[in-house]
């Protein structure tokens, strides 16, 4: 199908979602610590399809409800089986070959105790080589969101991407969305610079490190609620201790975790904002979308690695 045919099928259905972002491949390590330095540390070692724009993507498909679709770049070395594991998803992908980089690559070290955290060493490959000449309005044809993925503000290419597309979609009346994606390069870019790249965005969903590093408040309803004097809506995700909704300097609501048992860490947040924006698509609240967004994170702690189960 053409990209208008797939614009004219989002309009017959209500309108669908375009993520702009990454697709990385994820190499998951599962230890119990601690980490025996200079030596041997035996592991459960997967490959598995990753990228929080991808991520995202995928749990937003996978209810099934809203058409979804996802520009990323990738590597010759891996292209082929990127594009197949997000059309099993139901995405459908529109990726860019670099002619000169691999594919983004990342090792996630995951502490296999009860918290399942996870420590991420990133080769972002051919993801923020992502540039303006890789956009196209067409991509908008039926979509009534746009999700961009903060990772792309970590390089000169792919923020100058971001700028061309959030324009594209504020043209178009598209409501647009962002994940800051990481503290650690959130830090190397500064507060006041992102936030200032940032501007036009309807829905900004930080973690509680993301949040307070970009306001300088240690608490996150504080923080949360400095940040909504920026964008209309800002949902900060907190894990297991669920979200905060705030408006116009405040929050307005707190919505519960769902109690899981965590393996992976790995994707979790984006599996709440996957699924909170096909929410939204469908006509939830923000709150009921929230919610929708806490089960779909409580379900990916309990996976290894960041996409939703396999359909049936």
């Not at 997967?46 to 770049?73: K, S």
């Not at 691999?102 to 972002?124: H, K, M, Q, Y």
């Not at 590093?213 to 240690?218: A, E, N, R, V, W």
Request: with cysteine; hydrophobic share 45%.
């Amino acid at each position: 199908m053409t990209t208008d045919g797939l614009g004219q099928a989002a309009a017959a259905r209500g309108g669908g979602l375009l993520v702009v972002g990454d697709v990385i491949t994820d190499v998951v390590a599962r230890y119990r610590g601690p980490l025996a330095t200079g030596t041997d540390t035996a592991a459960a070692i997967r490959t598995v399809p990753g990228g929080a724009g991808a991520n995202v993507a995928c749990w937003a498909a996978c209810g099934g409800g809203a058409e979804v679709r996802l520009l990323g770049r990738v590597g010759a070395d891996s292209a082929a089986w990127h594009e197949r594991e997000l059309a099993a998803c139901g995405v459908r992908p529109r990726l860019v070959v670099d002619p000169k980089a691999p594919t983004g690559t990342v090792i996630c070290l995951v502490d296999n105790g009860e918290a399942a955290e996870r420590t991420f060493l990133t080769d972002s490959g051919a993801t923020l080589r992502l540039e303006p000449g890789d956009w196209s309005d067409a991509l908008l044809g039926g979509v009534t969101r746009l999700h961009v993925s903060g990772y792309l503000l970590f390089s000169e290419p792919s923020r100058a991407l971001v700028a061309v597309a959030v324009k594209s979609a504020r043209a178009r009346g598209v409501q647009v969305s962002l994940d800051p994606a990481s503290a650690g390069f959130l830090r190397e870019v500064g507060a006041d610079r992102f936030l200032s790249l940032v501007e036009g965005v309807d829905v900004l969903l930080p973690s509680r490190d993301e949040a307070c590093l970009l306001t300088g408040l240690s608490d996150l309803a504080d923080a949360a609620g400095e940040l909504s004097r920026l964008f209309p809506l800002v949902v900060a995700k907190q894990g297991a201790e669920g979200a905060l909704l705030a408006r116009s300097g405040a929050v307005y609501a707190h919505v519960p975790a769902v109690a899981a048992t965590p393996r992976d860490t790995t994707g979790a947040g984006d599996a709440f904002t996957g699924a909170f924006l096909a929410s939204l698509l469908a006509g939830a609240t923000p709150e009921e979308a929230a919610a929708e967004g806490c089960r779909a994170g409580a379900l990916a702690v309990e996976r290894v690695g960041g996409r939703p189960p396999a359909p049936e």
